[in-house]
């Protein structure tokens, strides 16, 4: 399973779901689904997603497991 | 997706097939065929009052559901421009494609429905084969089977467009 900090990053940035959907094109649900972990972006989604939140498209999503071997 | 009818397009379906199955019950059961050695048929009716106010009855319901159908079409196509409904396009307007969740979306809906059909028609062609089933009730199994379709494809997508 894919694991992000998609709402993390967003609160940082003081952006709302609907703000951050607006910059990378894409609707409110599908930001809302994101964070939740029950949608997988595709990989042009995921980097203007990096993009927006200022990080590296690995920070800002893992797969569940290669979290703990990081830390 | 609050009060896009791309969503609640697959209820107006159902609640027509609905319609319909009683109206073709009710007709079909009421009807009798009879053709002639020398060439020609004849078709007649035979409804009961009952039966024949529950026809009236269920042909008024089906004309307020299209006219109540075409207003709400007319609605979301001014409120959504961008995503109209075409009662005249080919494309089943219930599907969705505004981003990648969406298509996502769409596609396990529209999967479940093949894998649906890919089932249910072998069934129900054997059944038709080896029961000597009416011509009325294969014209309501047909219409059950497309009731069932967006009954599926509603129940898949009602997840993703509910948190609004």
Known sequence: ?71 | MKNDMRVTYPLWQMGSIAILMVLVFIVGSSANFEVYDEGGFMLTFSLGFVKGMTVYVFLMLYLVTLIAFIAKVGKHNKRFPLQKISLLSLKPQEYMDDDELYQEVTRRATQKVYSFFSFALPVVAVFFIMLPISKVWMIISILLLSLFQYLIYYTTIRKYVAED
């Open chain 1, 1 to 71: 399973m894919l694991r992000n900090r998609v709402r993390e990053l967003r609160a940082r940035h003081d952006f709302t779901q609907i703000e951050l959907a607006k910059r990378v094109g894409v609707t409110r649900q599908t930001i809302g689904f994101i964070e939740k972990g029950e949608f997988s972006p595709s990989v042009t989604l995921s980097l203007k997603l990096a993009r927006e939140l200022d990080c590296s498209i690995n920070e800002l999503f893992w797969l569940e497991g290669e979290e703990e071997d990081e830390k």
